[in-house]
């Protein structure tokens, strides 16, 4: 599927989309608003807009923490994120959960949690229902370089493999667990490596060219669909912050953010729309003009929700 201009121009806005949440949570989190920590996606949207954007209505994505991009295409608004992270009353735990810990199975969006790799089995459930009930449908786990470390991630990955169930695995390869490079993470090059392990058949991409993404996953997903079992997509990319605001990353070298910074995913797309002219100067303002009342009005009305009444905690919580 080649996306067309009206799509290329959509990809563009979730990307500076995506962006721009980011920039004003990190506005929220230094005003004191924020409970808890911000973790950014600078540098990483294109995977999760890229990946998002080639699924259909009825499949199922397990994001996480930097992967707000998926959630703002699967539907949730910039306001939910923002009431989420600042534990509004009326964001959508109203307040009993924070950062992006929220989902809705009708939009396919299974709440992120912190349990790295706990999401891929549950993804496994997903497909096998599907594959019994004969529904169409792809799960999409988003899993970190460091994630891909842990046991439920083996148990999952090769249950997957072994019973072919429709499972794409998004493995964000961005150099860095907390402050824990790759290298001393794991003993191999590149995530595809563990794919083979198990016999699930993958690719590597260059995570911060969107339309590769977009493609690697429109192959990922019909190969799930098809029967054929997972898939995993590696994709490269830098993680362009601490681990989350409070984190300076000082233990990152100056010289690799310098790199990446000139890859930045937002620049790279708009220099190809530019040298295709798929995107003239007075398209991309109106883009921006878009983005920038948006984003206002949504902070506005997230900035004024009170926070839940005290004697609410407990309520829903309990069945
Ligand atoms: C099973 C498990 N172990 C440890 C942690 C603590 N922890 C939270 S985030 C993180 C680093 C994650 O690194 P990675 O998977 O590469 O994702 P990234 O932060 O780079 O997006 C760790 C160790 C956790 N949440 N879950
Ligand atoms: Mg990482």
Redesign the pocket.
């Given at each position: 599927m080649n996306p067309s201009r009206a799509q290329l121009h959509e990809l563009y806005y979730f990307l500076r989309l995506n962006r721009r949440v980011d920039e004003q949570l990190v506005n929220f989190y230094r005003q004191g608003k924020v409970v808890g920590g911000v973790y950014s996606s600078l540098g990483q949207e294109a995977i999760s807009v890229g990946t998002a954007y080639a699924l259909e209505a009825q499949d199922f994505v397990a994001p996480?923490?930097?992967n707000v991009g998926v959630m703002l295409i699967r539907g949730f608004r910039p306001r939910d994120v923002f009431l989420q992270y600042m534990a509004r009353k009326d964001g959508p735990t109203g307040g009993r959960d924070a950062n992006t810990h929220f989902g809705d199975l009708a939009r396919g969006v299974l709440a992120p949690i912190?349990?790295?790799?706990e999401t891929l089995p549950v993804c496994c459930g997903i497909a096998l229902a599907a594959r019994m009930r004969r529904e169409p449908r792809v799960a999409v786990a988003y899993?970190?370089?460091?994630?891909t470390s842990?046991g439920s991630f083996h148990e999952g990955a090769n249950f997957a493999a072994v019973q072919k169930l429709a499972v794409v695995i998004v493995a964000?390869n961005?150099g860095?667990?907390?402050s824990t490079p790759t290298e001393k993470q794991m003993a191999i090059r590149s995530l595809t490596e563990r794919a083979q392990g198990y016999g699930i058949p993958a690719a590597s991409v260059d995570g911060n060219a969107v339309l590769a993404v977009h493609a690697a996953m429109a192959k990922a997903a019909a190969h799930a669909r098809s029967g054929r079992g997972p898939f995993l997509i590696e994709c490269r990319t830098m993680?362009m912050k601490g681990?989350a605001e409070h984190d300076d990353a000082r233990y990152v070298p100056k010289a690799l953010l310098e790199k990446w910074r000139k890859r930045d995913p937002i620049l790279l797309f708009e220099k190809f729309l530019r040298a295709k002219k798929l995107m003239t100067p007075k398209e991309k303002t109106s883009i921006e003009e878009r983005l920038e009342s948006e984003i206002r009005a949504e902070a506005a009305f997230a900035d004024s929700s009170p926070l839940p009444p005290g004697e609410d905690a407990a309520r829903p919580v309990w069945a």
């Open positions: 996480l923490i930097r912190s349990m790295l790799g899993i970190g370089d460091g994630g842990t964000e961005n860095w667990a907390y993680r681990h």
